[in-house]
């Protein structure tokens, strides 16, 4: 493991995918403090809701970080792909892998510790977004209570979450990524036993990733209820269910809620089942596997 | 002398492709054996089996004893190897290459116990610096340190000579040399260059399309009895008359008018009726080097088989 690491630390390609994060949220954050209004102006005339708040106030830390997310978590799949889509292939196409099949570890453990180092590697790499989207926007733009602009059904509605009541919530929502992007991190260690270079794993990650999302956002009865529900893809959002605050009968929202903890218990367990088969799967092609490379 | 490798019926079959067919050999301790063929003859793919890179399709492979497959780490705890090209990862040092491959390997790792080995395969002053920027020669050096950092019983080299200039191929046959006759290894050196295995190797085996043409000690198979004598002459049609006409007959070559093969101690005798008979000898070269069996094996079917039997 700590061998894994320290090759991970060492490879050039692992530090583009914390520069581009870094690059991009830095645009976000210059481009809210320059203009923030008009694109809260904007947000409030979609919302066609009646709400009263202070628009400077509400671009805040809190606010700026889920912006961010909403963007970049549709993106971070392909910068996880881009260092464990290497996790095999990389070693085939470097002629190591020969070397390493041929010390006394076995295959089990190999793939066990390179998909334990891309997990890792993900990891790291939310804490970075933790960091530069949600403490460092902190520091730009102060705290405040939180606005969630969100669309159910037909329907545009904004949600307020206090903002003692917030925190919590992104630990949640990035303890919430870190198990959907293991999912993309196995199904590329998975995608990269077949391939003698880096491109094609990662190219074919990111086919999936697309098609599946494009599966699950179409809204048909048969495949609402036969297909969506076996895409995991169904349930790399599911971060934003931390953010969906509970109400009262009387529609007044209740802190310290979620409106539906057991969707989002059900979206993680189906998450993991994801991993342990892809990963049970990996192990099994790659114990099969002649290392011919 | 115990068998420190036993192959028996090894087969591998790509699709309809055999790789190996029934390759059965034996190395014994303290052996530098020789394992030859031309390109494509099953060499590499026998010696993935013997890693476990690649799965037989029938046989076994016995090493110290055990069945590869059910005492894998044991085995490869004591074997080093360098498969083919010594490709290593660019981005890192020497240093920290040689360091990866010996913590996988099983051992403690020590910063004199890495520079040691630099220092032997002649890397010391280039501990530093990335594998990325290194020589081929520099790069079949350093895989041979991974091969040997943790001290291996068996040192399995597919190709080792492979890419390098003729200093470095005299390097490596001294250091195999060396890890054989100072540190009693056991060395497999597989190889399509004859005339370097028959300077080191004790016991060899030649393999063509995946199959044993023969196998035996360099001794045996460099006897005198099979001595090629190529002549040449301002006539040779009619040295090839008088050759047929005399007891030298026998000792022709059918495809090669002027080739004999015989015993050595014969040359001078059959020098002697050339000079006899009037023939202006450009040339005779006598050789019974391995090349030259070799090249006999892997051109003359007929004649291998006629060997073999």
């Not at chain 2, 076994?60 to 004893?65: A, P, R, T, V």
């Not at chain 2, 894998?72 to 083919?84: N, V, W």
């Not at chain 2, 040779?236 to 093969?261: G, H, I, R, V």
Request: charged share 20%.
């Amino acid at each position: 493991m700590q061998i894994e690491l320290f090759k991970i630390t060492r490879r050039p390609r692992t530090y583009i995918a914390f520069a581009a994060i870094t690059a991009i949220v830095f645009i976000f954050q210059f481009a809210f403090k320059a203009d923030g209004q008009s694109y809260m102006d904007l947000m409030m005339q979609s919302a066609k809701d009646e709400f009263a708040f202070d628009r400077v106030e509400a671009i805040n830390g809190y606010f700026m970080c889920y912006i961010i997310l909403n963007t970049l978590l549709i993106q971070v799949p392909i910068l996880v792909a881009l260092i464990a889509a290497d996790s095999i292939s990389g070693e085939a196409n470097m002629g190591t892998l020969r070397l390493l099949v041929s010390k006394p570890v076995s295959r089990t453990q190999i793939i066990l510790v390179k998909f334990a180092a891309a997990t890792i590697f993900t990891i790291f790499l939310l804490v970075w977004m933790a960091v530069t989207a949600l403490f460092l926007s902190i520091v730009i733009f102060g705290t405040g209570d939180m606005l969630v602009f969100r669309t159910k059904g037909t329907e545009s509605m904004i949600m307020q979450i206090t903002k003692d009541d917030v925190m919590w919530r992104y630990y949640a929502a990035f303890a919430y990524a870190t198990v959907a992007l293991t999912v993309i991190a196995a199904l590329s260690l998975l995608l990269s036993i077949f391939a003698d270079n880096s491109i094609g794993p990662i190219i074919a990650t990111v086919c999936i990733v697309i098609v599946c999302t494009i599966i699950s956002n179409i809204n048909v009865p048969i495949i609402d209820r036969n297909v969506k529900p076996f895409l995991f893809t169904s349930y790399l959002v599911g971060w934003k269910g931390f953010f969906y605050i509970g109400t009262n009968e009387n529609g007044n929202t209740i802190k310290g809620s979620l409106e539906n903890w057991p969707a989002i218990r059900n979206s993680l367990m189906i998450l993991i089942a994801h991993i342990v088969l892809i990963v049970g799967i990996s192990i099994a092609v790659f114990r099969k596997k002649d290392i011919l490379s | 002398m115990s068998a420190i490798v036993s192959v028996d019926n090894l087969v591998k079959q790509f699709g309809n492709f055999t790789a190996v067919d029934g390759l059965s050999f034996t190395v014994n301790e303290g052996d530098v054996y020789g394992f030859l063929g031309q390109n494509g003859a099953g060499k590499s793919t026998t010696i993935r089996m013997m890693l476990t890179l690649i799965k037989p399709t029938a046989g076994s492979i016995k090493i110290f004893g055990k069945e590869i497959l059910h005492h894998r780490s044991d085995i490869l705890r004591q074997t080093g190897a360098m498969i083919e090209r010594p490709d290593l990862y660019k981005y890192l040092s020497a240093y920290n290459n040689l360091s990866i491959f010996a913590k996988m390997s099983g051992i403690k790792v020590s910063k004199k116990l890495l520079m040691d080995q630099l220092e032997m395969v002649g890397l010391q002053e280039a501990a530093d610096k990335k594998a990325g920027v290194f020589s081929q020669g520099m790069k079949q050096r350093l895989g041979i340190a991974v091969a040997l950092v943790h001290n291996p019983k068996l040192i399995i080299l597919d190709e080792p000579t492979n890419g390098l200039d003729p200093q470095g191929i005299a390097d490596m046959r001294n250091l195999i040399l060396r890890l054989s006759n100072e540190m009693g290894k056991t060395v497999i050196i597989s190889s399509h260059l004859l005339s370097e295995v028959e300077q080191i190797a004790n016991r060899m085996i030649i393999i063509d399309r995946g199959k044993k043409i023969v196998e035996g000690s360099v001794e045996e198979l460099l006897d005198p009895e099979h001595t090629v004598v190529d002549i040449d002459t301002t006539n040779n049609e009619a040295t090839q008359q008088l050759l047929a006409s005399s007891k030298w007959n026998d000792y022709l070559q059918a495809e090669k008018p002027l080739q004999l093969m015989m015993n050595k101690t014969q040359v001078p005798a059959l020098i002697n009726d050339l000079v006899a008979g009037n023939v202006q000898l450009l040339s005779v070269k006598a050789s019974h080097s391995l090349e030259n069996y070799f090249l006999s094996l892997t051109t003359r079917h007929e004649h291998v088989e006629a060997f073999a039997n």
